[in-house]
């Protein structure tokens, strides 16, 4: 069974920092892009950040881009998110996603992902 979990949310002042994580049972991680997504109340899903399967190369939204860092252990079969100098506008439910088909140019559209993860929520709130 193919299954990808995410952990590490939880709820953070701003200006904190989460690490979250992706771990996949049921595939070999270190064979597929991976992509970060996050989905607000009332908004449409939005990509955070890739990561190649070799890990050497990396994309980010403009949003997150000198806060966030995408990282993956293939060792370990995880992926992390590192999330700096967190905003309240970062407050989503934030998933992570295995695509052959997410390069770097279409890393952040969710179209590209056949499996996903059921989702960590991140609040940032004082």
């Known amino acids: 069974q193919l299954q990808l979990v995410e952990s590490g949310g939880g709820l953070v002042q701003p200006g904190g920092s989460l690490r979250l994580a992706c771990a996949a049972s049921?595939?070999?991680?270190?064979?597929?892009?991976i992509g970060w997504f996050r989905q607000a109340p009332g908004k449409e899903r939005e990509g955070v950040s890739w990561i190649s399967s070799s890990g050497g190369s990396t994309r980010y939204a403009d949003s997150v881009k000198g806060r966030f860092t995408i990282s993956r252990d293939n060792a370990k079969n995880t992926v992390y998110l590192q999330m700096n100098s967190l905003k309240p506008e970062d407050t989503a439910v934030y998933y992570c996603a295995a695509g052959m088909k997410a390069t770097l140019f279409s890393g952040l559209l969710p179209g590209r992902y056949n499996y996903w993860g059921q989702g960590t929520q991140v609040t940032v709130s004082s």
């Open positions: 049921g595939l070999t991680l270190a064979e597929y892009p």
